[in-house]
């Protein structure tokens, strides 16, 4: 019985051409879920989800698996189609019975006809391909957790669509495609890249008139539906079709077709959108540079890395070999995986992989995060054509119950390189289209940084989201990973799963002598002692790359003699050994040496710190990282180290005193009073309890702003002329506060997204980035309102609506008063600062006092109360709240008061790793330690108070983990972990 599924349209199963009925959608969905990850493991809970996707019934589990039974009877005949496979079931289907298959089959074909010139070829397969569709996948059949998988089917569609008509543009069929791109222009409204091809299309067939119409019906909608202007392609083209000078097609040469492979279309006539073309290689540069600078800071090339081994798992965490490596050429199915190698064949290795999904495992220290830096510079250094360029990113923040991965994605590249959010260099959300259109390789480090609890569920989400087979690299700890697996039956049901193995003695010799200075002997004692006890507590310490790298680094200088790691009796075991090499690695990297040059290629001074100073530093830091989340250094959280009594409070009060002052100078000791308390009270509220924004990445430019400017102005006005009528200002002070706060508002356009991919975040570039934006609104809002409020102050008619207490109040006034604050305060901290800011605002406006009487008295206090709102605003900026926590801190011992300076200091002494705009320990270890050590002596000081932290006021938790062989097994109850 020859059996066909076709997914394309409306799902339907075929048995010798003649169509077999499903007994219920129940059955439906089981097949469909089941064909849209073909020849893959889709688990049980999957498959329930799949069929009850609000609230699946107890006996769910063995309804499905009734299901299943009924479709092997009647999908019977030719052999097993739906086999048991692990944790859940795959049906096993080849290119010729599923056209889901055949239609990436005839697109790869097309592809490759392109690279070759072939562009007739190309068309024609890309065609058959494309014919293969009879509407949207699983057309009429609704399955909520497959919405994702169906909606990158049809963009994949409709991408194939736009790249075969520039195959056909190319070829001169201009007049061929116009039909078909009316067509879908109907269909899809608002793709511009459709409508740019239409427009064309008629342009070249002599239909210029029909051609400027499409162009009016995109803005239009644009305009009307979601306010913005079509993109920069579309009106070059517009201007072109206007002045009636369209360009001629370009020859497809070898460069460009190969970019067809890469699932981009080839680049037509100008209106290939080729600034995502852009994106990609300079993203390219900017990650191979960012990852080149680690490498140098980690001292990796010097002159080796510490040499791993790595080899397929024999943990049962892996799927079977035939799932990873598909049948053979003879169709047979591989019943054993088997990879193994060192860190130079592991990008050969990767490519060799069917899917190239990957997942690395290891003990603490084991080397994981650097293999997965080689990795994505070993991609990135001879990169095959069409091929995606990897993306490294710490995992630890990702909530796959609250954000799908590809969103994630998208949000982790616009924060790591910000100027992928630039419209007009790189096209709309460009960082959204290199996820979705698979430009790009996640290297995800980390998994087991994530909470425990969300470890099963995040190994489910990755697997959905690269069941179509995209790239992937994972890495984890082994025994998080195998917990998690064991517990939810849930995998990556085709990546190939290995396991770094333990150093061995030769190459930990090897490593910690490779650097001896002619007849040098230091390190022979220990060589003969590691050669003597190949088994004993040293080298068993010595096997993972982490700690056989501390030892040389604490035993670097000249004057140390390593041979005390051979004194049993001083360490008997493997974690006396280990505490001993974390202990003495602070000391030894801070032993006074020039400072290398800065990254930014400005001189710098050689800096010189205290080691026992610098270690209470990073201990304290290593405290606050280990609290967080993420487990993030990032300046703009330092408040979080901070008791939240105290940080409300002198973020809140400086602002409150400018305010008194104001309010006394205006009306006298008790207005003054009312200012201070009231606004007091919004500011530390406010601090306290609201949501603060972070840092902004952005950078000063005018060119290409008008419009937005106009628009901003605009607002600006209203604004101005809402407050000057509220206050009964004459018409010409309505006017000039109406181009005052008009220039104030209009003027943050100037400060937009970045417009170079290859700039990557750093914590000093984005740390400026936020102090120009913060200064820059702060001080449109101390010149706008401080301004009117002289104005108001001294010019008022002094008009009044509502008067209450015996006419020292005016309700119309605070309804004003109340709702310009509570718009400052929303901006300043979300719906908290409305409210607060917003019941400030209606005290202090509703209060009647008469007007100045000179107008020197109008100037001091519109100045005052100007730079009380500029004070207010900017402490409430990521910048300016970080500046009085690092003031307070330093006050208190806790960091330097040049804090920035430090954290870079460490980072180039291989203490701290960058990772885009924040910092993290480089060794999981060292952070371990050190919080355990500190919790250790804080429980020990007689100072200590019910376990409050002094200086904090938050509890600390001793980990339930220590820096030793047990840690492994120890951390599992953690609710946050780190990098390993």
């Given amino acids: 019985m020859a059996l066909e599924f076709r997914v394309l349209g409306t799902l339907e199963v075929t048995s010798d051409g003649s169509r077999l009925s499903l007994p219920s959608t129940r059955h439906q969905r089981v097949v469909a879920a089941l064909l849209l990850a073909p020849n893959s493991v889709v688990p049980l809970s999957k498959l329930v989800e799949a069929v009850w996707f609000d609230e699946p019934p107890a006996t769910a589990v063995k309804q499905v698996q009734n299901c299943v039974s009924v479709l092997r009877e009647r999908l019977a005949g030719g052999g097993p189609v739906i086999l048991t496979d692990g944790p859940g079931y795959r049906i096993a289907v080849s290119e010729d019975q599923l056209d889901l298959l055949r239609f990436h089959r005839g697109l790869s074909d097309a592809r490759t006809f392109a690279a070759e010139g072939r562009l007739a070829d190309a068309v024609r397969e890309a065609r058959a391909a494309l014919g293969l569709w009879r509407g949207s996948v699983l057309d009429g059949l609704c399955i909520p957790v497959l919405t994702n998988r169906v909606t990158l089917l049809n963009e994949q569609r409709l991408g194939a669509i736009e790249q075969c008509v520039d195959w056909q543009f190319e070829l ?31 342009n070249r067939g002599g239909r210029q008139a029909d051609a400027l119409k499409v162009f009016h019906d995109l803005r239009t909608r644009l305009v009307d539906e979601l306010g913005i202007d079509p993109g920069s392609e579309v009106l070059r083209l517009h201007e072109r079709v206007l002045a009636g000078e369209p360009q001629a097609p370009r020859t497809v040469s070898g460069p460009s077709a190969a970019a067809a492979g890469a699932g981009a279309a080839v680049p037509v006539a100008g209106l290939r959108d080729d600034r995502l073309d852009r994106a990609v290689r300079e993203l390219a540069s900017a990650i191979s540079r960012q990852w080149t600078v680690e490498v140098e800071m980690r001292s990796l090339n010097r002159p080796e890395p510490v040499p791993l081994r790595w080899s397929s798992t024999g943990r049962q965490v892996a799927a079977v070999a035939s799932a990873v490596l598909g049948d053979g050429r003879d169709g047979a199915r591989p019943d054993r995986l088997s990879l193994s190698g060192g860190l130079g064949d592991v990008v050969g290795q990767f490519r060799q992989l069917p899917t190239r999904q990957l997942v690395v495992l290891g003990e603490p220290g084991a080397g994981k995060s650097v293999l997965a830096i080689l990795l994505t510079l070993g991609l990135l250094a001879e990169p095959l054509p069409a091929e995606p360029i990897p993306v490294l990113l710490p995992l630890a923040s990702w909530n ?9 994605l998208a949000r982790r590249l616009v924060e790591e390189y910000p100027a992928l959010a630039n419209r007009s260099a790189y096209g709309r959300d460009a960082a959204t289209r290199l996820v979705l259109e698979g430009r790009v390789v996640p290297v995800l480090d980390g998994l087991d940084e994530m909470p425990p609890a969300l470890h099963a569920a995040a190994i489910d989400a990755l697997d959905q989201a690269v069941a179509g087979g995209r790239p992937l690299v994972v890495t984890c700890r082994s025994t998080d990973y195998e917990l998690a697996v064991n517990q939810a039956g849930s995998m990556l049901a085709r990546a190939a799963v290995v396991e770094i193995e333990p150093v061995e003695v030769d190459d930990a010799i090897a490593f910690l002598t490779a650097r001896r200075r002619l007849g040098e002997t230091r390190w022979q004692p220990v060589v003969d002692h590691l050669r003597r006890n190949p088994a004993g507590v040293l080298a068993q310490a010595l096997r993972t790359p982490l700690m056989v790298d501390l030892a040389r680094t604490a035993y670097a200088h000249p004057g140390s003699n390593p041979v005390d790691l051979c004194d049993t009796t001083r360490f008997p075991d493997r974690g006396t050994i280990e505490g001993h090499l974390l202990d003495a690695y602070l000391p030894a990297v801070y032993r006074q040496a020039p400072a290398p040059p800065a990254q930014d290629d400005r001189p710098t001074a050689a800096r010189s710190y205290d080691p026992n100073q610098a270690e209470r530093w990073l201990t304290f830091l290593a405290q606050h990282t280990h609290r967080l989340p993420a487990g993030d250094l990032a300046w703009w959280q330092l408040d979080k180290a901070v008791p939240r009594l105290v940080s409300s409070l002198y973020l809140g009060l400086p602002a409150a005193v400018l305010f008194a002052v104001a309010g006394w100078l205006a009306g006298g000791p008790a207005i003054g009073m009312i200012y201070g308390l009231s606004f007091a009270a919004a500011g530390c509220l406010s601090h306290a309890f609201g949501r603060r924004s972070g840092p902004l990445r952005v950078e000063f430019r005018i060119r290409g702003t008008t419009v937005r400017f106009l628009r901003r102005f605009a607002v600006g006005v209203v604004i101005a002329v809402s407050l000057g009528l509220g206050w009964s200002l004459s018409v010409g002070v309505v006017i000039l506060l109406a181009m005052v706060f008009g220039l104030a508002v209009g003027a943050h356009v100037w400060v937009g997204t970045p417009v170079d991919a290859r700039l990557v975040s750093s914590p000093a570039s984005v740390l400026r980035n936020d102090r120009v934006a913060a200064l820059s609104f702060s001080l449109s809002m101390l010149v706008s309102l401080g301004l009117f409020y002289g104005m108001a102050f001294a010019f008022t008619r002094e008009t009044r609506f509502i008067e209450v207490l015996g ?15 509570a718009l400052l305060g929303r901006f300043l901290t979300r719906n908290t600062g409305s409210v607060a800011y917003g019941l400030a605002g209606a005290v202090v406006g509703g209060l009647v006092f008469p007007r100045a009487t000179n107008p020197t008295t109008a100037i001091a206090v519109g100045t005052v109360f100007g730079l009380a709102v500029g004070l ?61 050590r500190s919790s250790q002596d804080h429980e020990r000081s007689p100072r200590r108070r019910a376990g409050v932290r002094e200086g904090a006021g938050t509890s600390v938790r001793t980990p339930d983990r220590v820096p030793d062989v047990a840690a492994t097994e120890q951390r599992r109850n953690m609710s946050v972990t780190r990098r390993s």
């Avoid at 796959?400 to 994630?408: F, G, T, V, Y």
């Avoid at 330097?896 to 060794?923: E, I, K, N, S, T």
Wanted: glycine fraction near 8%.
């Fill in 172 to 202: 001169g069929e201009h007049r061929d495609v116009a039909a078909e791109l009316m067509e879908l222009v109907a269909e899809h409204p608002l793709r511009e890249k459709l409508h740019g091809q239409l427009m064309l299309a008629l």
């Fill in 400 to 408: 796959p119950h609250r954000e799908h991965l590809h969103r994630w």
């Fill in 807 to 821: 006419g020292r109040f005016d309700l119309v006034l605070v309804l004003a008063g109340g709702l310009a604050s």
């Fill in 872 to 932: 207010t605003a900017c402490l409430a900026r990521a910048w300016g709240a970080a500046v009085l926590s690092r003031v307070w801190l330093a006050s208190r011992g806790h960091t330097p008061l040049r804090l920035m300076r430090f954290l870079d200091d460490a980072h180039r002494r291989g203490v701290l790793r960058q990772v885009g705009a924040v910092y993290q320990f480089r060794h999981l270890r060292l952070e371990e330690r050190l919080t355990v």
